[in-house]
């Protein structure tokens, strides 16, 4: 069975301050996929970023980047020079490849890590 | 703007009471889910359906029902609602195509089973 896991319940940090989330996960499946979602307080939920499997090259994209690592069964997430509006809850999520067999997306989510932005 | 549409957006509930999520989708999307939110246990998947006319059961799938007469309405029914039933319910939905992309989520309904 999958498993996603976020260590990190909450974490404060001052404006202008990298942090990393951490996620680990868990999959018998060779091929599956990433995710990492945010919900702002407004409470929507966002989809940010999905990576596949079989590539692990590290995406960056403005503030935000991902490093995903199959050695470790990690995906962590880092935001650089953190600003107020990054201040949400953020969940990472996988997804086996099996499932598009039969047309869709079986998606576990983590517990998220809740992240406050202080001005 | 295209996406989904939940309602209502928040209800109260007298625990005994049935009440149906509605969630309509405009972008096709073949895939669509309903999950759970709630504190410390993340989302988890209640029920989901491929196409339209078949479902699934997800992870916590007792004491829902749902059904997929379309491609863009994905109901969630609860025949007798109890306390633990008391939650974020969001809907989903998703591209299982080659552009394998996220999820598409409503906004949310926010239930208080009393």
């Known amino acids: 069975a999958q498993k996603v896991t976020q260590a990190q319940t909450e974490i404060s940090v001052v404006e202008k301050e990298d942090v990393t989330l951490d996620c680990v996960y868990e999959?018998?499946?060779?091929?599956?996929?990433l995710f990492w979602y945010k919900q702002p307080p407004s409470g929507e939920l966002v989809f940010l970023i999905r990576r596949n499997s079989f590539d692990e090259q590290n995406e960056i994209s403005g503030r935000y980047s991902w490093n995903f690592q199959k050695s470790t069964s990690s995906f962590n997430f880092t935001i650089t020079a953190s600003q107020v509006v990054d201040s949400a809850v953020y969940f990472c999520a996988l997804s086996e490849a099996i499932h598009l067999a039969g047309g869709y997306q079986k998606v576990t989510f983590g517990t998220g890590t809740k992240l406050q932005v202080i001005p | 703007t295209a996406g989904i549409t939940q309602a209502p957006t928040s209800q109260i509930l007298a625990a005994g009471r049935s009440m149906t999520l509605r969630c309509t989708q405009d972008?096709?999307?073949?895939?669509m889910y309903w999950y759970r939110q709630d504190l410390g246990l993340g989302l988890r998947l209640i029920h989901y359906s491929n196409t339209a006319g078949t479902t699934g059961k997800g992870e916590v799938p007792d004491g829902y029902s749902v059904s997929r007469a379309n491609t863009d309405d994905f109901p969630l029914t609860l025949a007798s609602a109890v306390p633990s039933q008391t939650s974020v319910y969001f809907c989903a939905s998703s591209d299982t195509g080659q552009a394998l992309g996220g999820y598409t989520f409503g906004s949310g309904t926010r239930l208080t089973v009393v």
């Open positions: 999959t018998r499946d060779t091929t599956y996929y």
């Open positions: 972008m096709r999307h073949n895939a």
